[in-house]
């Protein structure tokens, strides 16, 4: 099926962003966010594109290259675009694009140039402007073409042409606005996330021992794929075993045995919004004693820390809260000893729980904003969406703990949306309870 437009980001939505940046901007500058170049991936083969989310967010423009300025007080139209140039002989080969006419038509410039003429035009329209909003140092590349363009307009300082004063950061604004999501992009995480746990589900339903790692992440792909979401949001982490205690094994090539458990972190991409969800289920479809154990206590922290997500609750609270779960419980089953306030004083717990509870999420997995404002720890506020993802990691080389521990590697992540009132759980319908993991394996 193709993602329907519901399930998609509408034009008035971009337009609506582009002109809540521009109000932010102070007459007499120029803001430009340029989208992402194509990448090779060896010889002529690249990899498929991406457009870089700040582009894409103020746009949905989706061909590589491109650059938008945004103008406050320009006669002649406050949101400019370049962009690749039609060519129709190598349409025939890479496909139609829309060209400066199709810019202005269907993605809401008011004025758009092919890229051929960038470097002719910036140095004009960065003529006379005070400042410039830039993300100077995400592209190399393109900031020697910045340098390049204000050093040109230097050069002509005796015939009256005057460079920007000024160089500053448009992430701070940026990013400040993609932090909050609005109702069309929730619909498209909501249904993201959907697609992502019916895809976890699929996984638990195809495990068996003998298999590999990466025939769950086929199952995975196939199930997002059939559902038109071509791309995950990140490389899919199928850790089987011991390979579960590694927090970014991305290898996924070993087979699964029987008695272990697997941890899958996965989630597609929709309309470049990401989804992020990690289960952790037994290969054989039970969970051992041990196993059992931890997962219950990594879920108990887990469900404590959605339950406490809300607003005004600061984000580093929402962290404390799982190390303090997990630490309780890890005393309790033994693999700690000791007073439960010294031990988190001490970090005791980073041996088996070495990460944070999660990371905002949007068009990036690990998405923009501050988590920090004034030095404090930023309150939790309708309209940001998080990940919940305690873990519990006993590496097979611990020979602090009894054998029995050891190699079981358990994370169990969640997508939460901060509302008026508490928090909402988009990733619920993936199974994380023990018996209905069990249960669910049991009819396959």
């Known amino acids: 099926m193709e993602i329907c437009d519901r399930m998609k980001i509408s034009q008035s939505t ?57 103008i406050p007080g320009r006669e002649e139209g406050e949101v400019v675009l370049f ?18 006419e199709g810019c202005v038509e269907r993605f809401g410039a008011d004025q758009a140039f092919a890229l051929t003429e960038l470097d002719e035009r910036l140095p004009l ?43 500053v950061l448009v992430d701070n ?8 999501k609005g109702p069309e992009e929730l619909a498209v995480m909501r249904e993201a996330a959907r697609i992502s746990g019916a895809a976890h589900t699929a996984a638990m339903r195809s495990c068996r021992p003998g298999g590999y790692e990466y025939q769950l992440e086929a199952a995975i ?5 059939s559902q038109g979401a071509r791309f ?33 972190d996965a989630g597609c991409e929709l309309d470049c919004y990401a989804s992020d969800i990690t289960r952790t289920f037994p290969i054989n479809g039970r969970f051992s004693a041990e196993q059992r154990a931890l997962y219950e206590l990594v879920l108990k922290a887990n469900q404590a ?29 033994g693999l700690l000893q000791g007073e439960v306030e010294a031990l988190i004083e001490a970090g ?18 690990h998405d923009v904003g501050n988590y920090k404002v004034g030095g404090e720890w930023r309150p939790l506020q309708p309209g940001m969406v998080m990940t919940i993802e305690p873990g519990l990691y006993v590496s097979p080389h611990n020979a602090k703990v009894e054998a029995r521990w050891r190699g079981i590697g358990i994370r169990i992540e969640d997508n939460i949306l901060i509302t008026e009132t508490g928090c909402e759980v988009l990733t619920a319908a993936a199974p994380k309870a023990v018996a209905e993991i069990e249960a669910l394996m049991a009819q396959a």
């Open 232 to 264: 995950q949001a990140y490389s899919p982490i199928v850790g089987g075993g011991a390979n579960g205690c590694i927090l970014h094994y991305i290898e996924n090539d070993a087979p699964l045995q029987d008695g272990e458990l697997v941890l899958i």
């Open 125 to 167: 329209l960065l003529n006379g402007r005070k400042r410039l909003y830039y993300a100077l140092g995400s592209d190399e590349a393109l900031d020697s073409r910045v340098r390049g363009w204000l050093n040109s307009i230097r050069a002509k300082s005796r015939q009256g042409a005057e460079a920007p004063e000024e160089l």
């Open 348 to 365: 005791a717990y980073t041996e088996f729980y070495m990460h944070r509870i999660g990371h905002w999420l949007g068009m990036d997995v």
């Open 83 to 100: 962009c690749p140039p039609r060519d129709p002989q190598l349409e025939i080969w890479t496909g139609y694009r829309a060209g400066p």
């Open 305 to 333: 820390c959605i339950d406490a997500a809300a607003p005004g609750v600061p984000w580093n609270a929402v962290h404390e809260l799982s190390v303090r779960v997990l630490t309780e419980g890890l005393v309790e089953l």
């Open 14 to 70: 971009f337009a609506a962003r582009r002109r809540a940046l521009l109000e932010q901007l102070p007459v007499g500058s120029l803001a430009l966010i340029a989208g992402a170049e194509l990448a090779t991936r060896n010889r002529d083969a690249e990899y498929p594109f991406r457009q870089h989310s700040d582009f894409y967010y103020l746009t949905g423009f989706n061909e590589p290259g491109s650059v938008l300025l945004l």
């Open 173 to 180: 604004l940026l990013h400040e606005m993609r932090l909050f």
């Open 221 to 225: 792909q196939a199930h997002c794929i």
